[in-house]
């Protein structure tokens, strides 16, 4: 027969199993009765948007998921940083979602004084797709490849004009790094958009742009415009035949990812349910049509893996600004 000892010794041990237990059942009980109202997804962008896009793509098939409606809300300024801080500053209860991007990490280093820090104050919920830029110039421009364009542009220093979609723009940075690694001298000439700054590369104005695939890649088809590579660690499904930048400048990448960002704090079982869903909205065929379509490919992390790409890329362009002393306009 069990002493009074083991009686009590059992009973501790099942008495403490229970209480270990009891943050896993409340997350279990939180996770399934949320959400209890309709979810905001903010975008920092007008409608029309990649990140638009993306929002109104992702929304249905989470809302269908979570049984709740899943609101896209734009607030569009200051290169996503207004969208960022409203999120920043919501309840961390997985009702107020971000989607985030490349420039977000940008951001970080290119503005001296911002009211929260990206890092710190946006818990990463999912990543979604990578889109590749394209190094491209105008016909008029002799270079097929890229060092018959770096000889190009060494020959001719302080010549060729560079367009980007504004100052610390992805395509803006992109061409930074691509001038710090190859000792080029490309004049920074700024747009406000990636669409007015091809519409200068068809007409001539500028000669060379490091543009987001899907704004260029029907006049690369056409023959409009000549695409030298792109600028992502392996080539891109829509251009197979293009290589990429790193083929020949080694180390090179960049690109412009998005994802889905959420408060600090938000509770991790929300999170990994979020990153669940939209895990499995990735996998779905038509979705990763729509995402090719977008000149994208899938990228599916975990919140962590997500954690570790933003916080590297806020390093990697950190470096480039600093050195390339860029400002915001």
Not at 57 to 70: D, M
Not at 111 to 124: E, Q, S, T, V
């Amino acid at each position: 027969m069990p002493t009074t000892m083991n009686l009590s010794r059992r009973r501790f041990l099942n008495q403490a199993a229970s209480v270990a237990a009891l943050p896993i059942l409340l997350g279990l009980g939180r996770a399934q009765a949320y959400p209890t109202r309709p979810v905001r997804l903010v975008v920092g962008y007008p409608a029309g948007g990649a990140n638009d896009t993306l929002a109104r793509l992702i929304g249905p098939w989470v809302s269908e998921r979570l049984g709740q409606p899943v609101i896209v809300e734009n607030r569009p300024g200051a290169n996503n940083n207004v969208a960022t801080e409203a999120v920043a500053r919501a309840p961390a209860d997985g009702h107020t979602l971000l989607v985030v991007d490349g420039a977000n990490a940008i951001n970080a280093t290119l503005y001296d004084k911002l009211n929260f820090n990206f890092i710190r104050d946006i818990a990463p919920v999912a990543s979604i797709m990578d889109v590749p830029l394209v190094m491209e110039v105008n016909p008029s421009v002799p270079a097929k490849t890229v060092p018959e364009f770096i000889a190009y542009a060494k020959a001719n220093p302080g010549t060729i004009s560079m367009a980007s979609a504004g100052n610390g723009h992805p395509t803006h940075v992109a061409g930074e790094l691509f001038k710090t690694m190859t000792g080029v001298d490309l004049v920074h000439v700024p747009y406000r958009g990636g669409a007015p700054a091809v519409t200068d590369l068809l007409g001539g104005q500028v000669q060379v742009f490091f543009g987001l695939l899907p704004t260029s890649i029907e006049y690369i088809r056409a023959g409009k415009l000549r695409a030298l590579a792109v600028t992502t660690a392996k080539r891109a499904d829509a251009v197979p035949d293009l290589p990429t930048v790193g083929d020949f400048v080694q180390g090179y990448t960049a690109s412009s990812w998005f994802g889905i960002g959420a408060p600090r704090d938000t509770p991790a079982d929300l999170v990994d349910r979020l990153n669940k869903e939209i895990s499995a909205a990735l996998a779905d065929s038509k979705i990763k049509a729509r995402l090719a379509d977008m000149g994208g490919t899938v990228l599916a992390l975990s919140a962590a893996e997500f954690a570790k790409l933003i916080s590297e890329e806020t390093e990697k362009w950190g470096r480039v600004i600093r050195a390339a002393k860029i400002k915001p306009a």
